[in-house]
């Protein structure tokens, strides 16, 4: 796609894993978010990972065979557009992946740029900021690491979330500390990724908001579970899920 070319409206989702399998209400609002932005949304149902949980934890074989599915899958796709900085950005790193392969190396490239996270489709790509949303309450904000320093999504979100009506955002100073998550970390390393999760949460125990939003739901659940498991009444959600508030 070239710079020059205006940006496709023809969306095709990529839903990703833990949205199809553990927070299906972020991806129907990121349908919803994307229509109301004159989108034309489909999706794929043969659609399946990213290859990040393999990639990063070495196995470059069997993440190279997710990944050629997924340039198979989305081969037509003008643009492709996921509620997850994280999985947006192994996309991109696929041209890594290929990089020996003069055959697979051009279509990588042409994926990378032509797959965004939900709100620098919206913002940067669009020019959408107001999406008619209203949400009345205090929302404190976690920057996902793999958007922040992979995609450089950083303004994008507050910049939709100052047009919801009745929204007070609250900025964290814990708000670019990584949750903890980190995928197969939070698995290898239970005892680091609990004390990083722990170490934002103390801040939220001294700060009165309602909501605490993120762009990915790995990072979500990772902090839900926390504030779950230390009694906290603050809710989670989605950037689309606020997007998506009437």
């Not at 034309?40 to 196995?59: E, H, I, L, M, W």
């Not at 697979?104 to 107001?130: C, I, W």
């Not at 964290?172 to 949460?201: I, N, R, W, Y």
Request: hydrophobic share 40%.
């Amino acid at each position: 796609m070239s710079s020059n070319s205006p940006i496709s409206r023809n969306v095709s989702l990529f839903a990703t894993c833990l949205g199809d399998q553990l927070s299906p209400d972020a991806v129907h609002a990121t349908v919803t978010v994307l229509e109301r932005a004159g989108c034309k949304v489909t999706f794929d149902p043969r659609q399946t990972c990213c290859g990040q949980p393999a990639f990063n934890s070495g196995y470059w074989q069997e993440a190279r065979e997710v990944a050629r599915h997924f340039l198979d899958v989305f081969a037509d796709a003008e643009v492709i557009v996921a509620p997850s900085g994280s999985c947006v950005a192994m996309v991109h790193r696929f041209v890594d992946l290929f990089r020996d392969d003069a055959v697979l190396l051009p279509r990588a490239e042409a994926m990378a740029h032509k797959t965004f996270e939900l709100s620098s489709y919206l913002v940067g790509q669009l020019g959408v900021t107001d999406l008619g949303a209203k949400l009345d309450a205090r929302v404190g904000w976690h920057d996902a690491c793999h958007g922040m320093r992979e995609l450089g999504v950083k303004q994008q979100p507050r910049q939709l979330l100052a047009h919801v009506e009745g929204l007070e955002l609250v900025e964290l100073k814990t708000c670019e500390s990584c949750c903890g998550f980190g995928g197969t970390f939070s698995v290898k390393l239970p005892e680091v990724s609990t004390a990083m999760v722990d170490h934002k949460l103390d801040e939220l125990q001294m700060t009165p908001i309602d909501v605490l939003g993120a762009i990915d739901s790995s990072c979500l659940m990772q902090i839900r579970g926390r504030l779950d498991r230390r009694g906290f009444p603050v809710r989670t959600r989605h950037l689309a899920e606020i997007l998506a508030s009437r």
